[in-house]
């Protein structure tokens, strides 16, 4: 999948913007932070991108998977 088709943009989106676009999707839904990484052009530095939006005030909360060695993620609120 590219982010172009996935998502719309004309232009270039910004990792932020990838990244949000998928947390609103989700609808509050928990994301696996493996998602970010098996796009057609990885995020491979999506918990600074993350740390990024919530500096913006997203509230995106994180909690690490039992027995795996990765988060997963959800918008809280859509700013």
């Known amino acids: 999948m590219t982010q172009n088709d996935l998502f719309g943009y004309q ?8 990244i949000l676009e998928i947390l609103k999707r989700a609808n509050g839904n928990w994301v696996s932070g493996m998602v970010f990484l098996s ?3 990885p995020i491979t530095q999506f918990h ?4 990024g939006l919530q500096k913006k ?7 690490f998977i039992e027995g795996k060695n990765w988060k997963e993620y959800r918008l809280i609120n859509n700013v």
């Open 11 to 18: 232009g270039k989106p910004t990792q932020e913007n990838i």
């Open 39 to 41: 796009l057609d052009k």
């Open 48 to 51: 600074a991108r993350i740390w």
């Open 57 to 63: 005030d997203y509230k995106i909360e994180g909690r």
